[in-house]
T-cell receptor, first 113, second 109 residues
Framework: NAGVTQTPKFQVLKTGQSMTLQCAQDMNHNSMYWYRQDPGMGLRLIYYSASEGTTDKGEVPNGYNVSRLNKREFSLRLESAAPSQTSVYFC????????????FGEGSRLTVL | KNEVEQSPQNLTAQEGEFITINCSYSVGISALHWLQQHPGGGIVSLFMLSSGKKKHGRLIATINIQEKHSSLHITASHPRDSAVYICAVGEFGNEKLTFGTGTRLTIIP
């Protein structure tokens, strides 16, 4: 099925632990994004990748790293998780430069204790 | 930075009512997106607009570029339309989108 797949869907971490959220799209899109969604706030951009081999910081990049492994995959890593990173994370992709339909993954609910 | 405001924040209506959700933004845009998120669910794209009007089933989206305003209308609303509706805007030469905080719609049978 075409779309954006992200894993895991749920994760509980202890403060200081690390983890990687995986995202893959099979639509040959250039642009991929990682967002976090917190209650009462709009989606906030963590990092994005306009094309394979490039990544840029978004609005809230602190505490995160990303890798655009190839055109399909864009991963988000938390090196030392903090309770403030408890959130729902969404991966998204566009065909090109924000035009065309947006496709989102199903979300990953992360709790940091 | 573009400021995106949605109104109302919450809306409760009876089944069958005509629904309007509004989105205003502060800086000229290349495109505006309307998204739907069901409780506990993922986010799906409803429309992308750069001008005029689009219709899909019972959903209609309009945009007025001069007034920096867009509306999402739902005709003959149904309980399954209950969801959060999110507006997002993109700017020319900018890879990033700016999102509104969403409108929570509840349709009562």
């Amino acid at each position: 099925n075409a779309g954006v797949t992200q894993t895991p869907k749920f994760q509980v971490l202890k403060t200081g632990q690390s983890m990687t959220l995986q995202c893959a799209q099979d639509m040959n899109h250039n642009s991929m994004y990682w967002y976090r969604q917190d209650p009462g706030m709009g989606l906030r951009l963590i990092y994005y990748s306009a094309s394979e081999g490039t990544t840029d910081k978004g609005e809230v990049p602190n505490g995160y790293n990303v890798s655009r492994l190839n055109k399909r995959e864009f991963s988000l890593r938390l090196e030392s998780a903090a309770p403030s990173q408890t959130s729902v994370y969404f991966c998204a992709s566009f065909r090109d430069r924000g035009f065309g339909e947006l496709f989102f993954g199903e979300g990953s609910r992360l709790t940091v204790l | 930075k573009n400021e995106v405001e949605q109104s109302p924040q919450n809306l409760t209506a009876q089944e069958g009512e005509f629904i309007t959700i509004n989105c205003s933004y502060s800086v000229g845009i290349s495109a505006l997106h309307w998204l739907q998120q069901h409780p506990g669910g993922g986010i799906v794209s409803l429309f992308m607009l750069s001008s005029g009007k689009k219709k899909h089933g019972r959903l209609i989206a309009t945009i007025n570029i001069q007034e920096k305003h867009s509306s999402l209308h739902i005709t003959a609303s149904h309980p399954r339309d209950s969801a959060v509706y999110i507006c997002a805007v993109g700017e020319f030469g900018n890879e990033k989108l700016t999102f509104g905080t969403g409108t929570r719609l509840t349709i009562i049978p």
